[in-house]
């Protein structure tokens, strides 16, 4: 029989709904009778015992939350009876101790990956757009519309196809809505069959703001021209804007001193015409993809990978099925010697202690105190906070307070070690869990993520995100099979098994390592990549939750 609740920690004082509950459906648990006062939906908590205002609310054995007013057993908990709340924190010295899990399967297993010369792993190979300065995007899209049709790398030949059938339709005088949209439309095979994509970072920044913004722009395109799966770039520069060449070169420089890609850069105000510097970046990039193309994938140990953990429109199942069973899978690539990372700082509120207690040493730990600090007083300083992260779609699924949403969201990160912890735009270099600041922001926080080295990203979602990045393949993992049949189109992994019991958090883990291991071998294709979901948003370190 299916169950119809759980309680997620020993300590916790509310259940959470496994399916819809009518009002007055009879619950028994651990030898405990309820009675729901309310209806009950899937992934919402009603309360195990009569509670007064000021009373706290337990879940994940931490405090998410207190109550405002008298409540009932059995009552829903919402926006209305419970408002955020979360322990304070402080370095304290714990000695903790990490039980690794078993990996001896694993001893001999490798990923196919591109070797780069300064010892990174691509999990595949891309060529790369970067322009300094916002002024060049129009550029850019020409030159992707030119690159991407001729060489096989366009994912919207359908629509193309569908559109020209509606205007012979109209030009025909006949009636639009018989004309059949064809999901699959042929398209020409790839010129270069080791070059898995054509990647641009357009953006709206360089110039016109902040030099400080400037800067840590110039810092995050120079981490993703550094990134392992980049073979070469192509680099657009207006040449009177804020972002100098000469800057994006001395901060790509200063990250591999021995930088040796194909870097091409073209600057317009040197340039004779437009027309000239488009003609120019493409023959050139043309030459360029030529040479990457030699490049093939080889054998390499897991701990060469680097992958990056989130979660996005997230839902009430969230923190019970897709994220530990990611976090079990992050568990498994430490004890690998591989890298993973955390980001989302927003979304840490509430388990800061937790973060603080599992860091290595005192400097660790007081890095990610500064960080959250700095970064909560600022939204605080504009009328805001970390209190105010959850989405009016992450309510509506449950996640009633940010510490009951970040509770659950940490959990993806597994329960190691923390080893390092890195500001915005600063490399891993420690395999292990580091912590990565970056907005809780969906495109915010991969774009941070991937500039910090994850060469796979592993994407919860409860609703359903259609995101991606650039140069790091992302992978979708739905906390529900409803979700996962309703967006099939987008979701690559559905951990719905977990909440129907079919499956342990720990057997759904080790899926989703076999999956991420076909990916990084260029075996398997992620929806995001498919459907070349390149979403691309430079931070500037203000308030972004």
Not at 18 to 35: C, F, K, M, R, W
Not at 222 to 247: E, F, K, M, R, W
Not at 385 to 404: E, Q, R, V
Request: glycine share 8%; proline share 4%.
């Amino acid at each position: 029989m299916k169950k119809l609740v759980i309680k997620i920690n020993k300590a916790d004082n509310v259940l959470v709904a496994l399916q819809d509950l009518p009002a007055g459906t009879q619950i028994l648990h651990e030898g405990n009778s309820y009675v729901t006062v309310d209806e009950i939906p899937a992934k919402h908590k009603f309360f195990m015992q009569d509670m007064k205002a000021g009373d706290e609310v337990i879940m994940y054995g931490v405090l998410v939350g207190k109550v405002q007013f008298e409540v009932k057993a059995g009552m829903r908990m919402n926006v209305e009876n419970t408002k955020h709340a979360a322990e304070p924190f402080a370095y304290r010295n714990v000695n903790y101790k990490w039980e690794a899990p078993d990996v001896s399967k694993y001893a001999n297993r490798s990923f196919k990956g591109y070797h780069r010369k300064n010892g990174s792993v691509g999990t595949a190979n891309y060529w790369l757009f970067i322009p300094t300065v916002f002024c060049e995007n129009r550029n850019l899209d020409i030159i992707k519309e030119s690159l991407y049709s001729e060489l096989g790398y366009a994912v919207d030949d359908k629509y193309k196809s569908y559109t020209h059938k509606l205007v012979e339709a109209f030009n025909k005088g006949e009636d639009i809505h018989n004309i059949s949209f064809e999901p699959k439309v042929d398209k020409a095979s790839r010129t270069f069959k080791n070059v898995d994509g054509i990647k641009f970072l357009t953006h709206n920044g360089g110039c016109g703001g902040t030099r400080q913004d400037a800067d840590t722009l110039s810092k995050l395109l120079a981490a993703y021209a550094h990134h392992p799966n980049v073979a070469g770039i192509t680099v657009l520069s207006l040449g009177c804007q804020h972002l100098q060449v000469a800057d994006f070169k001395r901060d790509l420089f200063a990250l591999d001193p021995d930088f040796d890609k194909p870097l091409l850069i073209f600057e317009q105000q040197k340039t004779q015409s437009e027309e000239q510097l488009i003609q120019n970046a493409i023959r050139s990039t043309f030459e360029g993809l030529m040479f990457i193309n030699k490049q093939e994938r080889a054998a390499a140990p897991l701990s060469k990978m680097c992958v990056g953990v989130k979660c996005g429109g997230s839902d009430g199942f969230s923190g019970i099925s897709a994220n530990p069973a990611v976090g079990y899978c992050a568990d498994l690539l430490v004890a690998l010697g591989a890298k993973v990372l955390l980001a989302e700082f927003p979304e840490l509120c509430g388990v800061e202690q937790e973060m603080i207690d599992r860091s290595v040493d005192r400097s660790t730990a007081e890095k990610f105190i500064r960080l959250m600090t700095e970064y909560d007083d600022l939204a605080h300083k504009v009328g805001s906070g970390f209190y105010m992260n959850p989405s009016p779609g992450n309510i509506k699924d449950g996640l009633i307070t940010d510490a009951i949403k970040s509770a659950g969201a940490a959990r993806k990160a597994g329960s190691s070690p923390v080893v390092d912890v890195l500001d915005y735009t600063e490399p891993a270099t420690k395999p292990g869990l580091s912590l990565v600041c970056t907005p809780g922001n969906d495109v915010e926080a991969t774009t941070g993520k991937a500039a910090a080295g994850a060469t796979l990203i592993l994407f919860t979602t409860g609703l359903g995100t259609p995101t991606g990045n650039p140069v790091c393949p992302t992978i979708k993992v739905a906390t529900n099979s409803v979700l996962a049949k309703r967006m099939s189109d987008i979701i690559d992994i559905d951990t719905g098994a977990v909440i129907s019991g079919e499956k342990t958090i720990n057997e759904m883990g080790e899926d989703i390592l076999e999956y991420c291991i076909k990916v990084a071998s260029g075996e398997e294709t992620p929806k995001a990549v498919q459907l070349n979901q390149d979403d691309f948003i430079p931070w500037k370190r203000g308030v972004s939750l």
